[in-house]
DNA sequence: CGCTAACTTGACAAATGTCAAAACATGTGG
DNA sequence: CCACATGTTTTGACATTTGTCAAGTTAGCG
């Protein structure tokens, strides 16, 4: 029984971009000093303001990151999908979370310890160096959201959207599907729902898009780049 | 002549804190390697959209990071500053740089190649933790100013940046210097010079703040907070 | 099939941006 | 040290966009 919960791991940890080409010595070290947390959809994994003790791997559903505003009203920062992590940066500075993490659906994630990811990360420089990737990538992100929510206007912020969801940006014409409710879609543009959803029908009025449910199909990616308004 | 150089660069990168603790061999290896680049005021070190060949570090001066607008209308991402880096989490993606950067006072800094600090990188676990801990704080940073501009009103937005400001956050009253030109500083906020003109002045007939050029002796951190509008 | 949550629509108020001009700094050269 | 030129900040009047509230519609799920 313990074996097999050993080796459900192994092959999870396996299958994670991050602790792909561990050696078995440390795959062995980081399985059995890791967790696994099932969290049910809608629970919080961590407050901002709480301390971190390590980071988290999303292995199945969906985490997402948010502030937190009185009226209850959230502000989404991103969208953890599986095989990726969060909360690494964290284990470099002394510092509390700012944001607060919560399951979007039912999820499990493996809660890997600070002090055994900063000694393997000591050893091994190619680990090292896939960390310094990925802290890269979710900064690169980053900043293209921040981008994203600088433009002037609503409609800009919404086609600049659509154009870095494309699967190709030599496209002209593709089809998306939002990563999300498009309330929380709003939220990542920092607009309010009611603004969200007249965006979209003004872009659909002009003959930019066509919307069904989280479908979005982008008709003429060159007019969306020429939005001035 | 040559040994002058070689010294002063030597001196320069001992006290940059990335490079602080590499060994002679690793610093002579670096300094043979790095370009001394001097910007004048309102130069371009790169553009949006070129391709990156290495990272920078500000020796002397000052650099900000923004995003180009059509109409000249920059958006300020960041001000970075001497001792300080920039660039680095390119070198770990395919990707093109997302912003431009600009000396916005005559400045120093030096271009480290991308094979160069990946060679050290690979040798040097302790540069690798290093630069962990310098991107994870830029990220931190990065997160901390996208809390801010999702801030609803202009108000609440100046409200944060002032109290993230504060050299100590248990203070109640303290005195700050803008780290920028305050149409820099609106820009960082995403709000017009205007705006962040007239919100400083409500803040002051409110009693919160006192504003004289540059120089903000915020009265009253707690009453801060406690905006709503 | 009915319940809840998500989304859309409309009318309205309020916040913010725009434009233009004036006041204020700052630095340069005489 | 002054006068001028340049750039920055402030102020005012105004238009516009976006958020708010409320109600209606649709969709998803047990």
Do not use: E
């Given at each position: 029984m313990r074996d097999q919960v050993f080796d459900s791991r192994r092959g999870a940890i396996s299958r994670l971009p991050l602790f792909r080409e561990l050696s078995a010595d440390e795959a062995s070290q980081l399985i059995s000093q890791v967790r696994e947390l099932r969290l049910d959809k809608?629970?919080?994994?961590?407050?901002?303001?709480d301390i971190p003790h390590g980071f988290f791997v999303v292995v199945e559903g969906r985490i997402q990151l948010a502030f937190p505003s009185e009226q209850g009203t959230e502000r989404v920062l991103e969208l953890i999908k599986p095989g990726e992590s969060f909360g690494e940066a964290l284990m470099f500075l002394d510092k509390a979370y700012p944001v607060f993490a919560q399951a979007t659906q039912d999820s499990l994630v493996l809660d890997v310890p600070g002090h055994t990811m900063l000694g393997l990360l000591e050893k091994d420089s190619r680990l090292a160096r896939k960390m310094l990737a990925g802290i890269s990538m979710r900064m690169h992100e980053l900043i293209t959201n921040l981008e994203t929510c600088s433009m002037r206007s609503s409609t800009q912020r919404v086609a600049c959207m659509l154009q870095h969801q494309a699967p190709d940006k030599s496209l002209n014409e593709y089809e998306i599907e939002l990563p999300a409710a498009k309330q929380t879609v709003a939220s990542q543009l920092n607009l309010t729902p009611e603004t969200f959803s007249r965006v979209l029908h003004v872009l659909s009025d002009a003959g930019l898009i066509e919307v069904s449910g989280r479908v979005i199909r982008v008709l003429d990616a060159e007019g969306l780049r020429r939005i001035e308004i």
């Open positions: 809608g629970q919080i994994l961590f407050n901002k303001g």
